[in-house]
């Protein structure tokens, strides 16, 4: 126990920048993710193809693979980063936009055909029926969902500690290998940070579930 | 439903269509030019650096790579499937002091991150990079696996069990022989997609050493020099993401194959869109006749 005592405060940083990129990477991908399910379902077929093809390629790319691109392969191709953080971020969130966006897709073909019907009888266009009609009932079909794939960002944030990024399994590596006698110690207090920000949102997710099951 | 969301397009919005996704797809293959140009600049396309692909022994160290990670997926799926099916009865156990501790325990497997459960049996057992990733792999995806078929049983109908349980089966011999089965089928595209998730899951290896496929392209450059980098890099993920869709595709073309038998059947969707149109339906309302009616 005075392993994580001592080491609090790197716990704490580790934390907070673990928080820091899930919930940039996660506004981002929620942005993407929409805005690359509108594509899909839209009129024009360049983006759609397009939509498919970044959603089949991204979501059948391991995670690693995608960190190991941002972060190793882009810097010696020239694209250099003030930080690795910018390099996490740019490929957790483009790996999550791609779940996000077959979430949402999912949400808008639940939507009832009448819906976009009368949205059209009544003269709306494509870009009215979409962002007027169906997409807020979409979108509060698949919260769930949605969290949940947030709950996996949170994990997948993970990885970045491996591509020199200082969060919390950054830390928990470094503390692991500064206390070789305390290995189990140090690793079961990065896992309890992290099940901090997992189980409650898990809990909201089923919370959610439930409501929505009940006003359906 | 797509089509819904639009009218068939006259002359003239497919005249603004084509025209869109004329312009749509200048910008993304020049978008992609300027990526050529920039990795052309970078002298990436030079013959020397693909060269080394007519090498047998980059191919060896390649294959050797895939092998691992194939090997850690196989093991890890054959391992965690019993597990998780074993797991899936204790949690919907009638006796609460194994269902609630094997909740606990699940809930637990399911929130942490895969790679820091392998680092935490690497380091805190002292096993080989194998067994540490196999078991990282094991642990959490035999708790996705319970909870698939947890969601499965529960979504059978009520008579399956109650049926089971009057012709004299015990409460474990109806959970075995009525529930599983049909619970495992009906599961079948998520245990599917899972696997591929499990298949991804192994390039985690990479950040505890073990020798995958990404491990095998970090030590081919570092060996042969940054100039190879990216063709090795490039061909590593071509080959990922060339399984997973193949996988992804059989998960997909199982799911389609059990909507088709289930037609006439009782798949889940159709419970719940039979009870959606009954509510809101005016002429359904209509045909059930109700008590005071009669």
């Given at each position: 126990m005075d392993v994580i005592i001592e080491n609090l405060p790197l716990y704490w940083n580790g934390f907070l920048r673990t928080l820091f990129l899930s919930v940039v990477s996660g506004i981002i991908a929620l942005v993407l993710g929409t805005l690359l399910a509108a594509a899909r379902v839209s009129p024009v077929a360049a983006l759609r193809g397009f939509s498919t093809v970044y959603v089949e390629v991204l979501r059948n790319t391991p995670l690693t693979i995608a960190f190991f691109f941002a972060a190793i392969v882009l810097p010696r191709l020239?694209?250099?980063?003030?930080?690795f953080e910018i390099a996490a971020i740019i490929a957790l969130s483009a790996y999550t936009a791609a779940f996000i966006a077959e979430a949402v897709r999912s949400g808008v073909n639940s939507v009832a055909l009448g819906q976009a019907e009368a949205a059209r009888s009544i003269g709306m266009n494509f870009g009215q029926v979409l962002s007027l009609i169906i997409l807020p009932q979409a979108l509060r079909t698949v919260i769930p969902p949605l969290i949940n794939i947030l709950i996996a960002l949170v994990k997948n944030s993970s990885v970045a500690g491996a591509f020199f990024v200082l969060e919390l399994f950054g830390y928990g590596r470094q503390m692991a290998n500064a206390n070789g006698d305390q290995v189990m110690t140090v690793l079961l207090g990065v896992a309890f940070f992290y099940l901090l920000i997992t189980i409650p949102l898990g809990i909201l997710a089923s919370t959610v579930e439930r409501k929505v099951a009940i006003a359906r | 439903m797509t089509s819904v969301l639009y009218d068939v397009p006259g002359p003239k919005a497919r005249r603004i269509s084509l025209i869109g996704s004329v312009i749509g797809t200048v910008v993304i293959v020049g978008l992609l030019a300027w990526i050529a140009m920039t990795l052309a600049q970078q002298?990436?396309?030079?013959g020397r650096r693909w060269?080394?692909?007519?090498?047998?022994d980059v191919w060896m160290l390649l294959g050797n790579g895939l092998g691992a990670t194939l090997s850690a997926a196989a093991v890890a799926a054959v391992i965690a499937f019993p597990l998780g099916l074993m797991l899936c009865l204790l949690r919907i156990s009638l006796v609460a002091w194994i269902r609630i501790p094997t909740r606990v325990v699940l809930e637990f497997l399911r929130g942490m991150p895969v790679v820091l459960m392998m680092l935490f049996v690497l380091l805190?057992?002292?096993?080989s990079q194998f067994v540490a990733v196999v078991t990282g792999l094991v642990l959490y995806n035999l708790a996705i696996f319970a909870e698939i078929l947890r969601a499965g049983i529960q979504s059978l109908p009520k008579g399956q069990r109650e049926a089971g349980l009057t012709i004299g089966l015990t409460s474990f011999q109806s959970r075995m022989f009525i529930e599983l089965p049909q619970a495992i089928r009906r599961m079948m595209p998520s245990l599917v997609a899972q696997l591929v998730v499990l298949l991804k899951d192994t390039s985690l290896g990479y950040i505890v050493a073990y020798g995958e496929l990404l491990r095998a392209v970090q030590v081919m450059a570092d060996f042969l020099g940054n100039a190879f980098l990216f063709p090795i890099f490039f061909v590593a993920a071509a080959i990922y993401i060339a399984i997973n869709i193949c996988v992804s595709r059989i998960a997909v073309w199982i799911e389609r194959r059990g909507s088709k038998k289930a037609a006439g059947g009782v798949a889940p969707a159709m419970i719940r869109t039979g009870l959606e149109g009954a509510g809101n339906d005016p002429v359904a309302k209509n045909i059930v006749p109700g008590p005071d009616k009669k």
């Open positions: 020239g694209v250099k980063f003030e930080q | 002298g990436i396309f030079e060269a080394i692909f007519t090498r047998g805190g057992f002292g096993t």
